[in-house]
């Protein structure tokens, strides 16, 4: 870090843990990102006025036209120039793998205080955002929509999550995961655990439904780097199965196996216009941010 850079910019999921309020700890994350960065052309009050339209639900009440409403009894919103709000998706892994610990903290703590980041993002840009939560039960959705009740609606929601089962069939997600807007990004939270290859069944169905599809995995740095020593005991907190090893001896081949499978997962999913960024539980949000924002930067 140099001299008088702004140490809020890096913030991790350290640096949060005494921050009681989610909305909070999201305007931290989010400030800090967002700082030096150079707003677009947006749709919004400020720009120059094209058109009317109906008033739907989260909408921004401040772009209400009062005096149209006078006249015609109905309500509209004013319209910018350019109005190039999309459709935000984000898929939250909240199986038992993401309850793996290190230094105190999930994997899950991690996620939840990322989709929140991304979720204010996405409210303050004026995009419709949903939440889509997968685990054992299949998939509990609060569908996109616009504005502050709806971001605090989601907020709530992400409190009391807990990391359960495992990853379902694609069959048991297909009728809630398939967007059903042309215009969006899906965004897919989480470490990515699959016993063989259901996660990547359903990202191939995703990157083929036209949505822009981002996965941030999230792993901890002992499981990246396999820094295990001696004797251990490795359980899989999905299927509670636990296995016995000597870490010293199995390291090398533990770290060539994960990254071989990182580089298969990647290759999968650029070869179908994805994306694939992972991340520590000690490393900053910065980085999976600044890429969903490079992807979002293409819609103008």
């Known amino acids: 870090m140099n001299a008088g850079e702004p140490t809020h910019r890096f913030v991790t999921v350290r640096t949060l843990a005494a921050v009681r309020d989610l909305e909070l700890a ?9 700082l030096g960065r150079h707003s677009s052309r947006r749709a919004g009050a400020g720009l120059e006025f094209s058109q009317y339209r109906s008033y739907q639900p989260g909408d921004d009440p401040r772009r209400i036209d009062w005096r149209l409403l006078a006249r015609s009894d109905r309500y509209f919103v004013r319209e910018a120039e350019t109005e190039t709000s999309i459709t935000v998706r984000l898929l939250l892994d909240a199986t ?8 105190g903290h999930t994997k899950l703590d991690y996620a939840r205080y990322l989709v929140a980041a991304l979720a204010l993002l996405a409210q303050r840009q004026g995009d419709a955002f949903g939440l889509y939560l997968i685990s054992r039960g299949g998939v509990e ?11 605090h609606r989601l907020l709530h929601r992400l409190e009391d999550l807990e990391p359960v089962g495992d990853w379902p069939p694609w069959f048991a997600l297909e009728r809630s995961l398939l967007p059903d807007t042309p215009r969006g990004i ?35 740095r002992q499981e990246l780097e396999f820094g295990y020593r001696g004797p251990v005991t490795l359980e899989d907190l999905e299927t509670g199965r636990r296995v ?4 010293t001896m199995v390291g090398a081949i533990a770290r060539e196996r994960l990254a071989t499978q990182l580089a298969a997962q990647r290759r999968d999913l650029e070869e179908r216009g994805a994306a694939l960024v992972t991340t520590c539980l000690d490393q900053p949000f910065e980085v999976p941010l600044r890429e969903y924002l490079a992807r979002r930067d293409r819609f103008g």
């Open 26 to 34: 999201a305007r931290i994350v989010v400030d800090g990102v967002m």
């Open 96 to 103: 038992g793998s993401m309850g793996h610990q290190e230094d």
């Open 141 to 151: 959705s609060l569908p996109p929509a616009r504005g502050q009740r709806h971001l």
């Open 186 to 220: 899906t965004i897919l939270v989480g470490d990515l655990h699959e016993r063989e290859d259901e996660i990547r069944i359903a990202l191939r169905r995703l990157s083929g439904a036209r949505h822009d599809v981002v996965c941030l995995r999230i792993l901890g």
């Open 244 to 247: 016995d090893l000597d870490a």
